[in-house]
Structure formats: C-alpha cells, structure tokens
C-alpha cells in the first residue's frame, strides 16, 4: 500500500479453447507463488469471437498484487488472434512470445520485442503434438524471465502425473525445450523478474485460490454438514470443491434436481440440525427466492452463496455484474431478518462464508454471502488461511427433552431456543404463521408479536456482531470512494499512488452499519461512488440508511472488471476540479 | 391398544365433515401408536394444501413447508438424520403440480421415505380447481365446461421414475390403510402411497360411495416384484376396476443406505478438524 513504485509484471495468455490456456496460465501463476512472488490472474472467455478465444492474465510482483491491470508486459500468442486482439494492451516495450512454426503475420512495429519460437517442433519432439505447444511456450516464457527451471519441472510432474506419468514426462519434455531455447538463442535478453527471491529457500508457499474455492474452504472451515447446490457459472467451482471433500471431511454435498429443490434439501437438512449452505448465481436466486422467505418464517438458519454475473436473464453468463445488490435485500413477499454479507475479495469469502455459518445459527435465519464472478473465478495468492481464532458458534441450541419446550418462544433479544427433531422436544417449523409451539395461528396479537420478535433479530445481530467498516487510507482525504465487492482490489491499487483518498469499503449489507457509513461520509470532501451496474445500488442503499446522497458515481456494466488504471483516471478527473 | 393421547394436540381438526382427511388422519394415529412412532424417532413434513393442516392435529414434530417443496425438505431432513423415521404428506396438486419435478427426481434416487398422497383428484384448499389428477371432463371452478386436460398417472410416474414401492389405498378403508402405511414405513427406500380420498364438498364425482363401488385390492395371485405387470396394472381405472394395494415393491438399496460414506452417516455428530482443514490449504500452494 505504501509502496508508489510497486512493480506488477502482467503476463497475458492466449489462444483457441482447447490450447491449454487456463492451464498454463495457473502453471503460470502457481510458479510465481513458489518463487515468492505475490500473484493475481483472471481468466476471460469472451464469448461472442469466433473460434471460442481465450485470455488468461497473470500479474505477480514482490509486493501484493490485488487486481487485474490493463496493461501487460507479456503476451504468449498460441495463436494469431491473440496478437490481432491484445497487441495494443501491451505496455511500451512489450514482449511477444509465439509459434513461429505456424503462419503467424507480425505486425510492423517497433514497440514490441517479437521471440519466435519453433513450438510444434518442440511440441512434436516432447511426442505430443499440438497438445505441448501451450508448455513448450511456457517454458519459453519462464525463461526469459529468468526464471527456475526445476519450480517449473516440479510444478508440471505434480499436475500432469494427476493423469499419467507419461503425460507428465512429455510436458516436461516440452517445456525444458523451449526453456533452453531461449536460454541459447536469446541469452542477453533474459531478466530477472521472475527470478525466484532469494529468501524464499525456507518459506512456507502462499496459497493461490479463487474466491469459489475460498468459500468452499471457509465453509468447511466454519463447520459445514450439508450443502445441497445445482451447477451454475460463477459458482460451480464452489460445488466441485465441496464435492471432492466431502468424505473426508464427513459432510453431504447433494446435487439436487434443481435451485428450489437445493435450497428446501438444505432447510431440511438445517431443520434436522445440520449446518447448511447452498450456492448458485442471480438466475438460480430467482428461483430460491420462495425458499429463502421459508427459512426467514420458519426460523430455519441456511447459508446461501450468490455469485453475480451479468444479467438480466441469462444475461452476460461468463462476465461479472454487481446488479443483484438490491435483489437479495428485497427478494420473496413480505418481510423478514435476512443478513447480507458481501466479501471483496478470495480472503474475505473464506472468512465471511465462515462466519455466514455462525450467523446463520445464532440468528436463525437466511445469511446471504453476495459474490461477483471477479472473485468467484479470478485467483489470488494469500499466505495460507489462519483458522486458530475462529470458535463455531450454534447460538441458542438445545439437544435434549426439556418440559414445555417452545421453539419460538418470545425473548427479549428476538431469539428462541432452537431444538431439533429426534430429541423429543414437539415442534411444528411452520410456514404459515404460527404461535409459540408452531401451531398455525391468525390471532392478530400473536402475529403483531411473532414479526416482532424475528425482526428483532436483525437489531440484535447489529448490535452484537456487525464490525464497523473499514476505511483504507487517510483518515481525511480530497476524495473519498465508497464501493464494494471485487471493486476493492483496483480500488486499493489505485489509491496507493494518492495520498489524498481513501477508500470505504463496504461488505455488511443488511444489518448496514448505517452510523459509521453516515459519520464518514457527510464529513467527506468529495464522494465518489464506485459500482459495477447501472443503478448504483449500494448508492441508492446508502442514501436510504443515512439519507447521504452521492452526486458522483463512477458505475460500469459492460460485465468487464474495473481495472486500477479506470479508476485513476476518475480520481485525476475530480481532483481537477476540486 | 395403546393411548393415542400423546399425538393430541391443542388444535381440533378444520377438515370438513365427511372429508377423506379425517380418515388418513385416523389410519396414520393407528399406525403411530401401533409402531411407537414419537417425538424420538419420527418426523413428519407437509406441502400445501387441505392435506398439510394435518400437521396441526399430530404431536410429532413437523416441518410445513412450501406449497410443492415437501420432497427436498424431507430429503434434506432423512440426509442430516438417517435415524429419523421421515413421513411426507402431500397433495395431488402439491405433489404432481407444483412439485412434479421433486418427486420424479425423490423417486429416482430412492430416498428412505414414506410419502403418503392425499389424492382428492382437485384443488380443494383454494375452494375448487382442476388438478393434474383431475379426470377429463370435470367440472370445477377453473373448468366450468369440463376439463380439457387428461390426467396422469401417478402410479406409472412412480414406477418408472425408479420408486421401490408403489402402493394405492381408499381412504374409507382405515384398518387397511393403517397397515399399509406401516408396511410403507418398513420399506427401505422410498415408499409412495396414493391414497384416494373423497373431498366431499368441492368433487362430485369421486365420492365415498364411487369409492367403495369401484375399488377393488389385488388378490395373493398379483405379484408385485414383476415390474411390467405393475406397470400394465398401473393403466387400469374404471367402473369396478380402481385397484388397491401394493402395485409394485422391490428391494433396492436406498440412497441413504449405498450413497452415503461412513463419514457421513452420522455428520450432526462431526466436529470440525484443524488439522485436515490446514492440510487441505496446502493443496492451493
């Protein structure tokens, strides 16, 4: 944060699907974590150029790399598209890497360093065909950036020997190829930014996860026995991971026929005592709407993932959006406690799934966990996850007979005890409204009563539980930008070059810590509004709590990122007119 | 016999006289008291629907749930807890209208369930509509010249989409409903029962007396472990020749029974594990 002269190497990958270019792009970037460095990728696959073209950047540098950038310093063209589309993102003095045994037209420009490198040859010799090109050029790659060969050769027989060892020798093959290629071939060119640091001989790696992963882990972290969730892009990496665990870690993962059924087998596994979740993205929400006010009337404590992407409808299925901001804080009839968390990054959607689990028990009722597909799928490295401080919290639970036992018995805090079936304690979960056994009821004092108390609930969980939110930067600044989700990471980049802004960065919802937001800002210079939709939720959602209106926001909806360098310009644009 | 007290409740029941309700309701406290089921060992879980108020009139923990979506809760439920003896009670609209998907996929995996269908051929709770049961032809509120739609049959859903055992039952006859259910109960794997019932005021058609003049229960020749046969004793409805009975049974292992690893057999008893959690992290390294 406090280093200005940060130095990000951004590398971009490129090719058909099919080449192999996720694969090595988190080749890519798991090397740069070995070799100390900090690390930031995120995949494109835009879906509307022929031929199904793929990008994958990768960003590493000795500090923290938090965002996609702009600009690369590298583009490794599996094919000619790759040069046609993303030449002109490459920074002054940039690098090419490509196939010079395929038909490749160089443009004329004396900007760019072009390496051609005789990949199907490799590829052919390692006996593996096209199959190797991707490798061949990654070796190529790592070693013009004066990079180890032995983290690479370890890194490739860990992930292909998942298949066979033959697989794994010939990828080797490949690589060391066109790693010593441009060793011979262009020894005065290679530098030294991604040579592995020098103190790292004894560290312990980072961890590299996306924000899927990261909330599968936090949801196992936080004690998880169920989770029912149907696939849907951002969030399907979030079910693989949760499925390929779930033996060991002695929870059931179900994937169940549909959203409506995900979501009521989780209350149903809930209402039995189990600590459950469930996952999709906006479409599926729509669809759990009914079931997420079922777990509101019935008291039934469930954690739900939604992970944003471009809509309405199936919308812009593989980019990003933060346009369901007010959806989830408004959706089913009528009113209920609903708490919405929304993480900014892969750290915060470990922690905050985590703590959603805890919330959900204490508070009995729906917690939201609202993430965009920016987190969801774009990777960053962290060092590995602290769980010694975290305590699983059950809140008001009793597992045993107890005399004229009352599942929502009236208390001071909005909270009853909650019991489970198998105890012997007799209850009804009712969905109508109910008295305090659950019988259905439509005694006008009871349900006066009864919407009371669950609302309470929300005031309680504020007054216990919500942290106030954090302001990154000076405390008084020129301007102060006030955003939330994957916005946090450019956002956070770009200030480090602005000693006069700061950052509020927003990630509790509903309860929303309306005193702290109203105090910061009405005392601010400037506002600026950062959102990645065309409404300005969180605006619209601020100035309902605190009555502050922002004039000047800074929103996007095209599904691509904000990139650190978008959001510099808006800073540069404002302080001109301060 | 002993005391069906236990299962009261402060609530009287709000089904209309004469309703086939009170009659299910009967047959199930007979069957409860008869095997012991209590709040130990039982759970039972309601959509909605005339059928769903059930749950008001029996001292055994409940779930009522949404209109359709009794099937994924009670599977969420039989998941968590295998120990439970999980009952679901649904309607004809609850069941095949609103919740048809739910229970060709219950079906298909063969939960441990005992699914009973509170079959009154309409929509009774929103005071008279057509239901996906409905004969052709029926006159309702929402097909005052007759129904244009043919009904289907849940018997033949049930047994292509994999059920282990399928079973139609009247109502009116309590003695053989109250051993059916017991029987469904015992049945690993899911058990579905359709179980006709007269909805005295809103259909017309299908009275206690059409019941009792057109049922009749497949004798010790029908063999219910022959699939085709059920599926072909499935298509017949008709004057004197509604059957009754176990139409289909066969022993499978439930999904509960072969899907599940020893781990996850007993997951409300799991604690968490630092150690494997730390473990798992160095996967992402």
Sequence with gaps: MVNKQQKITSIKIGGYAGQGVKSTGLLLAKYAVRSGYSVYDHTEFPSLIKGGHNVMQVNFSEEAVLAPQKMSDMLIALNQETIDLHINELKPKGIIIYNSDSNINLPKTKKVSFYGIPLYRFAKEAGGEELLINTAALGAAISLMGGNFSILQNLIEEEFNKINSESAETNVKAAKAGFEYMKEKHSADIGRYLTPIESVSSFIPNMLVSGSEAAALGAIAGGLQFAAIYPMSPISNILHVLASNQEKFGYIFKQPEDEISAINMAIGASFAGARSLTATSGGGFCLMTEGYGLAGMTETPIVIIEGMRGAPATGLPTWSEQGDLQFVLHAHQGEFPRIVLAPGDAKEAFELTRLALNLADKYQTPVVVLLDKNICENDQSYPLFDISDFRLDMGKYINKETENYMRYKFSDDGISERSVPGVGNFFISNSDEHDQYGYSTENIEIRNKMMEKRMKKLTTCEEKDMPEPKLYGPEKADITIVSWGSNKGSILQAIQNHPNVNYLHLTWMNPFPSHKVKEILSKAKHVVDIECNYTAQLASLIREKTGVEIKDKFLKYDGRQIFPEEIEEKINSVGGTL | ?285
């Design chain 2, 1 to 285: 016999m002993k005391e069906s007290g236990y299962l009261t409740t402060p609530c009287s029941p709000t089904w209309c006289p004469g309703c086939g309700n009170l009659n299910i309701w009967g047959a199930f406290k007979s069957a409860a008291i008869e095997q012991g089921w209590n709040n130990a060992n039982t759970v039972l879980v309601a959509g909605i629907g005339c059928h769903g108020h059930i749950l008001n009139f029996l001292k055994l923990t409940s779930f009522e749930g949404l209109h359709g979506r009794a099937l994924p809760v009670a599977t969420g439920i039989k998941l968590a807890n295998g120990d439970l003896n999980v009952f679901v009670f649904t309607g004809d609209g609850d069941c095949f209208g609103e919740g048809g998907n739910h229970f060709i996929h219950a079906c298909r995996r063969n939960h441990n369930l005992t699914v009973l269908i509170h079959d009154n051929s309409l929509y009774a709770l929103t005071t008279g509509q057509t239901s996906p049961l409905s004969p052709h032809g029926l006159r309702t509120k929402s097909t005052p010249t007759g129904n244009p739609d043919e009904p289907f049959n849940p018997l033949a859903l049930a047994i292509i989409s994999g059920a282990t055992f399928v079973a139609r039952a009247y109502a009116g006859d309590m003695p053989k409903l109250t051993s059916l259910i017991v029987e469904a109960n015992k049945h690993r794997g899911i058990a579905v029962i359709d179980i006709l019932q007269p909805c005295v005021t809103y259909n017309k058609t299908f009275t206690h007396q059409f019941f009792r003049e057109n049922t009749y229960y497949l004798g010790e020749k029908y063999d219910p472990t022959n699939r085709e046969e059920a599926l072909i004793k499935s298509q017949e409805f008709g004057t004197k020749q509604i059957p009754l009975g176990i139409f289909y049974k066969v022993d499978k292992p439930s999904y509960e029974d072969s899907a599940l690893a020893k781990t996850q057999k007993n997951i409300l008893k799991k604690s968490i594990q630092p150690q494997a959690i730390n473990e798992l992290f160095k996967n992402y390294t």
